[in-house]
């Protein structure tokens, strides 16, 4: 058994950097920066021994090498993408478990928001770190990826527990949660949401971890093969990667 103790560290305009410690171990998830990362790290006395890398962008690997450089931490990351992480030490690919201090992570493989994007997933604590795949209510932007690939990759995330936590890489709820309305107007999960969100931004709370079961119900990326969506859409009886490619194409306009 066991267990993981995670810290979330905003920083930039609204990214997530994750500090998780499990029995021996002390890993960053995705650091854009390094120095509120080194002193949250300090200030908890939770000495650093691993950066885990989802995917190569800069507001995610920013502070790799001065973390790497101040505390002598290995850097796992994707094997998909082996020349675009700074430092990196120990190459994952999509099917690998990774023993880190104890916590086993589940890598999975899940490209279209980059070519080489991963995700981790501890089992035992019930936790997902998937960087810019998943956002609370959205998906990352396809820079690299085709809407198969990313629709592929979020129904494998999908799959998982729905009492899953999702730790995604950026506060953009509110945001998702306008367009999402002008999708799904009539998902009452989604309404449910979009009041929640708004009362923790009033309160400048963070809407990140949520539950996966949350997601399944409410973020339109994950219900491309719901009816209601294409009925709103009418795109009934369409498949749903078209349908999923109509609302990536949508939101990136909105
Ligand atoms: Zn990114
Ligand atoms: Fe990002």
Redesign the pocket.
Same mark, same amino acid.
Request: no cysteine; charged share 25%.
């Given at each position: 058994m066991s267990t993981l103790e995670i810290r979330q560290i905003p920083v930039l305009k609204d990214n997530f950097i994750y500090l998780v410690k499990s029995e021996s171990a002390v890993a960053v998830i995705d650091p854009a920066v390094a120095e509120p990362v080194l002193a949250e790290s300090r200030a908890l006395g939770w000495p650093i021994t691993h950066i885990l890398n989802t #995917?190569h #962008?800069a507001?995610?690997v920013g502070g790799n090498l001065e973390i790497k450089k101040a505390t002598g931490c290995t850097i796992v990351g994707p094997a998909h993408d082996p020349d675009r992480i700074p430092g990196m030490d120990v190459q994952v690919a999509g099917g690998d478990t990774y023993d880190l201090g104890g916590a086993q992570a589940q890598v999975f493989f899940v490209p279209g #928001?980059?070519r080489g #994007?991963i995700a981790y997933w501890f089992k035992e604590a019930g936790a997902l770190f998937c960087?810019?795949t998943i956002f609370s209510i959205g998906c990352?932007?396809l820079?690299e990826g085709t809407p198969l690939q990313m629709w592929t990759s979020l129904k494998r995330l999908r799959a998982l527990p729905p009492e899953t936590h999702v730790y995604c890489?950026h506060e953009y709820t509110a945001s998702n949660v306008r367009f999402a309305l002008s999708i799904d107007p009539d998902n009452g999960a989604l309404r449910a949401r979009a009041a929640e969100v708004a009362a923790l931004r009033a309160l400048n709370k963070p809407t990140v971890p949520s539950l996966l079961a949350g997601e399944i119900a409410a973020n339109p990326f994950l219900r491309a093969d719901a009816p209601e969506i294409a009925a709103h859409l009418h795109m009934q009886g369409r498949d749903p990667v078209d349908i999923f490619t109509e609302i990536r194409k949508r939101k990136d306009v909105f």
């Open positions: #995917h #962008h507001d995610h #928001h980059t #994007h960087g810019d990352g932007r820079f890489a």
